[in-house]
């Protein structure tokens, strides 16, 4: 019998090393014979040479001796579309690292609520993240007119000495649209080649833009030669408070804003405009640190001589597209926006402990087959709120689909959304390689892409054959709804045409029902093209010619049994119904009352039976609703679904998981439970 061979995490990440510097080599021989050379940048090259002599001779003695000192970095962070450059940065950076990293990010309210939930769940060992919020500092650069799309984003970087604590010495700023192609505790060393009067260390700009050589009649900012670049600045901190950098860059800038009608560069032109008065202060940083793709970059300002050495690429244009000579930069930028994130949790270089942990796993799942089935559902799932920009402002009595899908059942989210035109909390699972694949999907999506009250939150793949987690996605999906009321649905349903309005309308005549669960029936078609029913009448027609059918009614008809098909063909108001084993209806409840689902069940079986029971241990009512239903769509069944039926083993552990719900109830329920105890362990 052939042995299993099991790669552990840093054998996957030697692997994967190893095919990107692959990538890297041939990058470097690829793009262009080099040819061309670098426009001499004055005395200052000279001055590069030796710090890079010093700094080789100090990376010699950093092989045998680690430095460990924690790397700070500082990113201004605001919007959906920073968020997700910012993600492929971070990785990145993560890649190549090999010093503990502290982020301090300066956000708004959401971009705090996304980052911070996604670096919990990401899990990062050696990292920490601050967060400052923006707001408590627009105020001092807001007075700064300014034609850069950045907008104010930009110039809030002007305050980083001030906004981070004093203990922060010495901080990387970094613009969210860069990438990096080796280990940034290299750039953090060239602090240690600073004079006392050297308090920002920058890259050239490598346009000709302060050399007014771009066109006609335009006037840029003051700046020293072709001026410098601010997507990667070294910031002593320390000597910047010393010498009240506030003061001087405000006092630079008003006198400036008297000839000039408005920054044009945003931060940088006022960094350039200060520099220009004060050039001791700037300590240049070789170009390979920060190699700008922007619109009107000239080669010979970096490309030509340092192409093969590129250390760190800035998107620093609105546009990717057009720059023929970076295909392969666009490439690297793709393997890291696509690498799986998770792959990257591990500590850095100085705190490598040798762990036995997959070898106690591989034991333990000899022992008890259902470990990976626990382990699976108790992992951590890197988890990114709000992919896509959400702005929504609830009413009262106001009611969220809440949904969870995979990749593949994206259609069906579609055809919800066509019928749907409520707020929806959407949870995806998802790979990071599919990452934008679901953008793609969803900005050609006519139903989805004008749509701003559909909340996305991508949850991600730890491996490609995990067991799907959908009660931790409902859960990310409920907790994450806005409104005071939530359908607790499936993505492969279609809603009744006008199903919103109509829920929204009778919450409002019943005013406030703490806890009652409102059963909406389901149905399902036989077909997979068929006429949807737009009311109750038209419904039992199609009912009644054998289309349509009560959902499950021939493979599991104890699921909806108990909400009364016959009693609702007629029914004219909204009638009760108790519970029943097995009973797993669609329902409306109050979000404050609703308890999360039970994330110990993953894959099929028992995620919704559980919640339904600890609803009505919990005190719910059932109510029918008399004029909504929703309608099952066919499809192939998932791959949970197939071992559930396949394999002993996976029934063994959902019943296993059943038993240990059953005593959460008890000890949460107390006397009420012994019903659903009684019921189940007998069965």
């Known amino acids: 019998m052939g042995k299993t061979i099991r790669l552990k995490l840093p054998s996957l990440l030697v692997i994967i090393a190893s095919a990107f510097f692959l990538l890297l080599y041939w990058y470097q021989r690829g793009v262009t014979n080099g040819n061309e050379t670098l426009n001499q940048i004055g005395s200052h090259n000279d001055e590069i040479r030796k710090d890079n002599m010093l700094l080789k001779a100090s990376g010699t003695r950093l092989s045998n001796e680690v430095t460990c000192n924690t790397i700070h970095i500082c990113i201004v962070c605001v919007g959906s579309d920073a968020i997700r450059e910012v993600i492929t940065l971070m990785k990145s950076l993560l890649f190549y690292r090999k010093r503990p990293l502290h982020v301090h990010f300066i956000v708004n309210d959401t971009s705090k609520l996304v980052l911070s939930h996604l670096f919990r769940t990401w899990d990062i060992s050696d990292f920490t993240v601050s967060f400052y919020f923006m707001d408590n500092y627009v105020k001092k650069v807001s007075w700064i007119p300014n034609t850069h799309y950045s907008g104010i984003f930009g110039l809030i970087k002007l305050l980083i000495p001030s906004i981070l604590p ?19 505790s290299e750039l953090w060393d060239f602090f240690d080649t600073f004079t006392d009067s050297n308090s920002i260390g920058l890259v050239e700009n490598q346009s000709e833009w302060y050399l007014r050589k771009m066109w006609k009649n335009y006037a840029p900012w003051p700046a020293i030669g072709q001026g410098f670049n601010t997507g990667v600045m070294l910031l002593d901190c320390k000597k910047l408070r010393l010498t009240d950098w506030s003061s001087r860059w405000e006092t ?7 000839s000039m009608p408005s920054v044009q560069l945003a931060d940088q032109d006022v960094i350039n405009s200060c520099l220009k008065s004060h050039p001791t202060m700037v300590k240049i940083v070789p170009c390979f640190w920060n190699f700008q793709l922007c619109e009107h970059m000239k080669k010979e300002f970096c490309y030509s001589q340092h192409h093969h050495e590129i250390k760190a690429i800035h998107w620093n244009s609105e546009s990717r597209s057009k720059y023929t000579l970076v295909t392969n930069m666009n490439i690297m930028y793709q393997t890291f ?105 969803i900005k050609l999506s006519t139903s989805l892409n004008k749509r ?75 077909w997979y093209k068929f006429e949807m029913p737009h009311t109750k009448s038209e419904l039992l027609e199609q009912v009644n010619k054998g289309m349509i059918t009560t959902f499950r009614s021939y493979l599991w008809p104890q699921g909806h049994a108990a909400t009364n098909f016959s009693f609702w063909r007629s029914a004219q108001k909204p009638y009760k119904v108790n519970w029943e084993p097995d009973f797993e209806p669609y329902v409306v409840v109050r979000k404050a009352e609703c308890p999360s689902y039970d994330d110990r069940f993953i894959g099929f079986g ?72 009684d019921i189940y362990k007998s069965s």
């Open 606 to 677: 028992w995620n919704k039976v559980s919640h339904i029971i600890e609803l009505d241990a919990a005190g719910f009512t059932f109510n029918v609703m008399p004029f909504g239903f929703m309608i099952h769509l066919p499809h192939s069944p998932s791959i949970d679904l197939v071992k559930y039926r396949s394999q002993l083993s996976y029934r063994k552990c959902i019943e296993l998981a059943k038993l240990d719900f059953l005593d959460y109830l008890r000890q949460k329920y107390g006397d009420i439970s012994s019903k659903y105890v």
């Open 166 to 184: 004093s203990y922060v010495i010495k901080v990387i700023a970094l613009d969210t649209d860069l990438l990096f192609v080796a280990d940034i």
């Open 452 to 526: 701003k009250n559909v909340a996305y939150h991508l949850v991600y793949q730890n491996t490609i054959d995990e067991i799907y987690p959908i009660n931790l996605l409902r859960n990310i999906a409920l907790n994450h709804a806005v409104t005071d009321y939530v359908l607790l649905y499936d993505v492969d349903f279609v809603p009744m045409p006008g199903l919103y309005e109509y829920i929204v309308s009778h919450l409002e005549s019943i005013g406030n029902s703490e806890k009652t669960a409102l059963i909406i029936p389901a149905y399902e078609s036989l």
């Open 337 to 441: 926006k696509e690498m799986n994130g998770a792959l990257l949790r591990s500590p850095s270089s100085c705190n490598k402990q040798i762990s036995t942990d997959d070898d106690e796993n591989d034991e333990l799942t000899q022992v008890d087959p259902c470990s990976e089935f626990v382990n699976s559902a108790t992992r951590l799932h890197r988890t990114h709120l709000y992919f896509l920009p959400f702005d929504y402002s609830p009413e009262e009595n106001d009611v969220s689909i809440v949904v969870q899908l995979s990749v593949d059942r994206f259609t069906m989210l579609e055809k919800l959304c066509e019928f749907w035109s409520g707020p929806t909390s959407v949870a995806l699972f998802i790979s990071d390689a599919d990452t934008e694949r679901i953008h793609n999907l």
């Open 252 to 258: 630079l800038t008003r006198q400036t804003l008297i």
